[in-house]
């Protein structure tokens, strides 16, 4: 009976690997889940801020039209994204173009004195932080989950369940490059 007890020992010692491995898993695509969620939440922040930080630089700033109507372009974009790769190329875009946009707008002191401009203002670099926060959150879940994946052991398990590796957020080139400010200031 030896051999029966060692052999189911394996076995049972097999079936608690995988379970945990399996659990691991679960555990970790969850965490991606969830700090996708977050980023959805801050982007909707944003997306429902944008129009009217669009009308209050609309009042004063009319030599930025052209950025204006692409940061309308973008966000309406946003909404009809089929994926989340391209959402985040997007968002990523737009992100970009916003930073430019309130660079551009330091050359107009009457709107920088603006109290709901200045609202506005604080209240989206307080979403563009959370949300660089969030994006480096969701990177390293993607990065945990995506090294489970493809792994020795538990990349056959992950395959077993059809699991694949995700695509962690990248910024677009235009949002790696910082904006031009020497024209603001006579240079």
Do not use: C
């Not at 801050?42 to 997306?47: A, G, H, I, M, N």
């Not at 997007?90 to 002191?109: F, N, W």
């Not at 059809?162 to 677009?172: D, I, M, N, Q, S």
Request: glycine share 6%; charged share 25%; no cysteine.
């Amino acid at each position: 009976m030896t051999p029966f007890w060692v052999f189911a020992g394996f076995l049972a010692l097999f079936a608690i690997l995988m379970a945990a491995t399996y659990n691991r898993l679960i555990g970790l695509k969850n965490q991606i889940d969830y700090a996708r969620g977050t980023i959805e939440a801050l982007l909707k922040k944003r997306y429902d801020l944008i129009p009217n930080l669009v009308e209050t630089v609309k009042a004063y700033a009319k030599h930025e039209r052209t950025t204006l109507e692409r940061v309308t372009e973008l966000r309406s974009r946003v909404g009809r994204a089929k994926s989340d790769d391209e959402r985040f190329k997007i968002e990523g875009e737009l992100s970009g173009l916003l930073g430019r946009l309130l660079v551009q707008l330091e050359a107009y002191p009457e709107l920088k004195a603006n109290e709901n401009f200045l609202q506005l203002q604080a209240a989206l670099n307080e979403i563009e932080e959370q949300l660089a926060a969030s994006r480096r959150a969701y990177n390293a879940a993607v990065v945990q989950f995506n090294n489970a994946v493809e792994m020795f052991p538990s990349n056959m398990v992950a395959s077993w369940m059809g699991l694949k590796p995700r695509t962690v957020f990248e910024a677009e080139e235009a949002a790696r490059e910082a904006p031009d400010v020497g024209g603001l200031f006579g240079s």
